[in-house]
């Protein structure tokens, strides 16, 4: 019993250094600019790049337009599936299943052959094509985790006496969605909305490949051409993270207080 | 059933009618999975094999076996098996030591929580992590040669090759086996091990003949889930190596952007080997993971 | 000394104490029930035995052999618990083979042994299934086969038959109870059901708050409880408040009625109250039985349930209840009705709080 503790306190140190020595060593890193002593200085350099403000402003609406859409598609088809086709489940969770068997990089080469620009749909031929396919692009990505998130919390509550309840009042099928089932499985809604979040952020293949400026791309032009700035910039990124999965945990956890279990 | 959105339908005659207002609720996301995700997949799949002029053949899979490409492959494969092997071997000890462990509450969720952020740190910031940590002039590159007189990369090593991507991936590996695992060690009923133990079995006894027997479904199947991940990542490899480290995703990130291989079908046959292996990878998982789940009902 | 041998234990987890002066005294093939609520400590009575817990106190002898310093997997003890705990990666063959296993033991032995104890049980058919493919009650007799297949000292059966359906419960103890008579195992069993423990007990171990209550065979449990804890969780028996009239002449009075018991009370004083224990079967209205006392009252209600007729009368504050057998000649009585109890003094007994 002794000795299984002690062992059990080595894996978590030894786990533990391992998760945490990076971050030291980035925030060391993006300290040092200045030679000789600590400094903000690769921050400032960071923050002043009119760069960083563009992509980080344009990858910023990109998840804000995956989130919207995503779950403009997501919650009404978990809904659906739930209240009317129950037998379509199997099929629903495999393709949501797909984005995490293909790999990003296949799924970003099969958009640049079809809707390229002599193609039937041209979306790459111009820019707000390209971005459209570019938020498509993450609402794929984000497919696997929105929708295990919003059908979770769908479970939580009884879609059907929810919209028989509602029916019987009168209620339109907008206002059942809207006014009904959003509201209902927020916290489906907001966790799918964080690791989006996260996701999009740090996305770089997508972005690439597609040519948009967005926030992954920039950081790895940043990381071939600069020293200390990529430091800087992973500190940044790690803290969106942090901030994401920390609001996800929150509000799961929250979740996992009430009669779930 | 309630039809949602017509007070007719008790009156209309038509039996199907029910059957079309079904599948057309279905229909935007199956035309968005169609669009987005399955078309474009069996595009890259179809074309990998016919030439650019159109014509069927096996030609693009034959051009696969050269040594340049096998080579992409047979880096990807060590890398993504390293990794996900140290990955799960680490992911597991720690699995096990919060679960089985004795160690105090806190640990557990603090272990948790962060294994949450760190599966999801990867991509380019992690690369630049992994330079200011390990790098020629990172945080314990200097601290091993001040400290200890210890040059790390006097002993060949080089975070810009395998061996460095292999830990910089274990990054997020860990932490991803930490989070699966841990719900399979705490299915690990407690009367197992009184049972054994009571039947005059040594704690090695228990672990060889019943906990890793059961464990092993979960433990192979989230390695092969890792193994699928790490081979189709390629933002930290990318930004960690540029593209001097010869893996499959940016041997396909450089047909894509510029044909390097001087013919665009060939890049399809790429793309199905790949889906091929994650895919392969993914079958067994949840095959596997069926299993764990039967016995530990 | 008894076979199994339990002196003085003592169990506390913390500030907690769970056991408290625990002496019990089991012979060789004799089949023991620990009966008590959940939380009474029977479980960790039983625990300690197996060795999953060390008692804090007290010395604990299996035939002869002081166990303390004995680790669960080197006592030779069979354990059975209540949700089956079947290693879900064997067949029912592996999991009764199990125990011979790691010990070494050799093939054939094994495999004679196996196939000895799955005959046992009437499972044979079934060696090649893994757990997930049988009824709970099917995998309870694997786990009684796997525990007996080490040929143990002792059996331990931790609430073996709670998670099972009524109807396989009531078989399922009697299987178990057969195969204790012809194995001759020393056996304890816990529950917290007082009709299992009656119906399959040589002996029963009534335990409340961490200590034994009374030990005895379900016979005197049932009819003689020494405590009114026991009386209480056992039976329906009626429980009586009444006032000692006078010690020297057993005299007590219940409501404004005065009884001269068989039972002594000369460790009482007059005035002091007692409790009084009456078997719901042990009176009756008609005049014909046998009896030497009576009680009269009013009736409260009666219900008809089928074989019998359940009356419960008021006396003095006390309701008390008890069976007529049905027979077209009696009439029920009915609420309000004023009626006289007639039953032998011996019957009503005197408990101890």
Known sequence: ?261 | MTAVSAPAASTAPLIKKDTVIDWLGMAPFIIFSLLFLIIPTLYLVTGAFFTPEGEFTFQNIADLFTPSIMSAYWISIKVSLASSLGGALIGFFLAWAVVLGGLPNWVRSTLLTFSGVASNFAGVPLAFAFLATLGRTGLVTIFLRGWFGFSLYGTGFNLLSFFGLTITYMYFQIPLMVLILTPALDGMKKEWREASEILGATNFQYWTMVAFPILWPSLLGTTLLLFANAFGAIATAYALTGSSLNIVPILLYAQIRGDVLHNPNLGYAIALGMIVITGVSNVLYLMLRMRAERWQK | MSFLALNNIQKSFGPVQVVQNFNMNIEKGEFISFLGPSGCGKTTVLRMIAGFETPTGGTLYINGKDQRPLKPNQRNIGMVFQAYALFPNMTVYDNVAFGMKVAGAPKAETDSRVKEMLGLIKLDHLADRYPYQMSGGQQQRVALARALAVKPQVLLLDEPLSALDAKIRVSLREEIRAIQRQLGITTVFVTHDQEEALSISDRIVVMNAGKADQIGTPFEIYNTPATRFVASFVGTLNLIEAEVIDPASNCIRIGDQDITLKQSLASYNGGDKVSLALRPEAGSLSEGIKSDTALTGQVVSAHFLGSVIRTRMDVGGNVISFDMFNSPGVTPPVAGETVTLRFMAADLLVIRD
């Not at chain 1, 938020?135 to 009884?158: E, G, K, N, Q, W």
């Not at chain 1, 309840?165 to 809604?189: D, R, Y």
């Not at chain 1, 032009?221 to 992973?234: M, Q, R, T």
Request: contains cysteine; aromatic residues 12%.
């Open chain 1, 1 to 261: 019993m002794k000795g299984s503790r002690i062992g059990a306190w080595i894996a978590v140190i030894v786990g533990a250094s391992y998760f945490i020595i990076p971050l030291l060593g980035t925030l060391e890193f993006s300290l040092r600019m200045r030679r000789g002593v600590y400094s903000i200085d690769a921050y400032a350099s960071v923050f002043t790049d009119p760069q960083f403000r563009a992509t980080f402003g344009y990858s910023m609406l990109m998840a804000l337009l995956t989130i919207v859409f995503g779950m403009l598609l997501v919650v009404p088809t978990a809904y659906w599936v739930r209240l009317r086709v129950p037998r379509m489940r199997p099929i629903v969770e495999f393709i949501t299943l797909l984005p995490l068997v293909i790999p990003a990089i296949v799924i970003v080469f099969g958009y640049l052959r079809m809707y390229n620009s002599s193609s039937v749909l041209p979306l790459t031929g111009n820019a707000m094509g390209t971005n459209i396919l570019l938020v498509f692009s993450y609402i794929t990505l984000s497919l696997p985790y929105v929708y295990r998130a919003v059908d979770t919390a769908m479970r939580a509550i009884d879609v059907r006496v929810l919209t028989e309840a509602a029916e019987s009042l009168g209620a339109s099928w907008t206002t059942i969605m809207f006014k009904c089932i959003f509201p209902n499985v927020m916290s489906g809604v907001l966790s799918g909305a964080f690791i989006t979040l996260a996701i999009v952020m740090g996305e770089f293949t997508m972005a690439a490949l597609l040519n948009r400026p967005a926030f992954g791309p920039y950081l790895q032009l940043v990381g071939a051409n600069k020293a200390y700035e990529p430091s800087a910039l992973a500190v940044i990124a790690f803290t969106i993270t942090w901030l994401s999965m920390g609001l996800l945990n929150l509000i799961s956890g929250a979740r996992r207080g009430a009669p779930a279990r």
